[in-house]
């Protein structure tokens, strides 16, 4: 029997899922995921001062901390093994598709997994189960990321592009599921 959080898929590595608070480990974890999946994921999106400000500004400890403080988010980091591979952040608060601006509903602004384990699907399933109270789940994504065919496999559909108001000089688009 797998521990509640984990899962295991034939073929596949067992990964177990847990909520976190701002620890010294935690916040290591979490800034060192960040900057080499960002660094994978717009790995030629982005010019290369672009990147690195985008990931010095979003994965240092105080913007970390903040985030992972703010009682209207929720952290979860993916462990294989002892080794994090993976994290999200749902949240609340914020822009979210106007398609569904009326109904309450929750975010995952974060969405980031290492490629080894990026179809892995245990991190989106918990994800899923946290947003389980909410009339709709959203996500945005850029549009050529491998990851909608994951979300679009959970139910999620395109929404229309995203006014994603971050540092990333790149199309978003919303995924929603309702």
């Not at 672009?50 to 988010?73: C, G, Q």
Request: charged content about 20%; glycine content about 6%; overall charge negative.
């Amino acid at each position: 029997m797998l521990p509640p959080g984990s899962v295991y898929l034939q073929g596949m590595e067992k990964i177990d899922v847990k909520f976190v608070v701002a620890a010294d480990k935690v916040l290591a974890e979490l800034a060192h995921l960040g900057r080499a999946i960002a660094a994978e994921k717009y790995a030629g999106l982005l010019q290369t001062d672009l990147l690195e400000h985008y990931i010095n500004n979003k994965f240092n400890e105080r913007a970390l901390t903040d985030s992972i403080n703010n009682f209207s988010s929720q952290w979860l980091v993916a462990y294989a093994g002892d080794e994090a591979v993976g994290f999200a952040c749902l949240s609340s608060k914020g822009k979210k598709p106007p398609a569904i601006s009326a109904q309450r509903s929750i975010g995952i602004t974060l969405y980031y997994m290492l490629q080894p384990y990026d179809k892995h699907p245990a991190l989106l399933e918990k994800c899923l189960g946290v947003a389980a109270p909410n009339a709709a789940v959203w996500v945005a994504e850029y549009v050529n990321s491998p990851l909608l065919t994951l979300f679009e496999q959970y139910g999620f559909n395109k929404a229309g592009a995203a006014e994603y108001d971050d540092e990333l000089p790149v199309p978003f688009v919303y995924m929603i599921k309702a």
